[in-house]
């Protein structure tokens, strides 16, 4: 397992933009395919996106496609989502989290797939 820890978030007003960023331990982050979540208040934690361990395979909710995009800096042990174009409907807590995949370059939009998950770091957009 990994550790994570999120930063980034903040308050923004809807239109606006933030980037979050995400850090792991250990000497193996290339073999993890990572995905960030997210949970709103007295909602489910949802999907938003995934990558792939090298980076070359995204995935997107349809929610937030075409305004979020996830990326990895394998030599700094960082994942990043970049949100722009922020609606209220994205204010939640936002998780990272790891799946260890060493030997699949695709990457999961299911929860339980992930073992490893950060502590959350809250996003709120007002109108």
């Known amino acids: 397992q990994v550790q994570l820890v999120e930063s980034g978030g903040g308050l923004v007003q809807a239109g606006g933009s933030l980037r979050l960023s995400c850090a792991a331990s250990?000497?193996?982050?290339?073999?993890?395919?990572m995905g960030w979540f997210r949970q709103a208040p007295g909602k489910e934690r949802e999907f938003v996106a995934a990558i792939t361990g090298s980076g070359g395979r995204t995935y997107y909710a349809d929610s937030v496609k075409m305004r979020f995009t996830i990326s990895r800096e394998n030599a700094k042990n960082t994942v990043y989502l970049q949100m722009n174009s922020l609606k209220p409907e994205d204010t939640a807590v936002y998780y990272c989290?790891?799946?260890?995949?060493?030997?699949?370059?695709?990457?999961?939009?299911?929860?339980?797939?992930?073992?490893?998950w950060g502590q959350g770091t809250q996003v709120t957009v007002s109108s």
């Open positions: 989290a790891a799946d260890y995949r060493p030997y699949s370059n695709t990457a999961s939009d299911r929860e339980r797939e992930y073992d490893s």
């Open positions: 250990g000497r193996t982050f290339s073999r993890y395919a």
